[in-house]
Nanobody
Framework: QVQLVESGGGLVQTGESLNVSCTVF????????MAWYRQAPGKEREQVAS??????????NYGDSVKGRFTISRDNAKNTADLQMKSLKPEDTAVYYC??????????WGQGIQVTVSS
């Protein structure tokens, strides 16, 4: 059974930094893409950052609202993805979800972790 475990969320003030981490357990297929999404109250879930990897390549993408402030990193050997968030704003407040896509297009979600930025 595949399980995504997120950690590191919490409450910070505007301008501060916070890291969230995701570890994937029980996966047997190779992971193609790991991503972070977020969903704020009353809003749709949006992709924050994504990192895919293929032999000799891959890509990293960020949502426009977080470019220059957030950084996603992956450790393929450990099946982890971290999201480093800097210069946080109140509008970054949301539940953050880890997402995994395998090379055969299986998709898995984490349970979500709360990030709250106070003004």
């Amino acid at each position: 059974q595949v399980q995504l475990v997120e950690s590191g969320g919490g409450l910070v003030q505007t301008g501060e930094s916070l890291n969230v981490s995701c570890t994937v357990f029980g996966i047997t297929r190779s992971i193609y893409r790991m991503a972070w999404y977020r969903q704020a109250p009353g809003k749709e879930r949006e992709q924050v950052a994504s990192k895919s990897s293929v032999p000799n390549g891959g890509s990293t993408n960020y949502g426009d609202s977080v470019k220059g402030r957030f950084t996603i990193s992956r450790d393929n050997a450990k099946n982890t993805a971290d999201l480093q968030m800097k210069s946080l704003k109140p509008e970054d407040t949301a539940v953050y979800y880890c997402f995994v896509q395998t090379v055969v297009n299986d998709a898995y979600w984490g349970q979500g972790i709360q990030v709250t930025v106070s003004s």
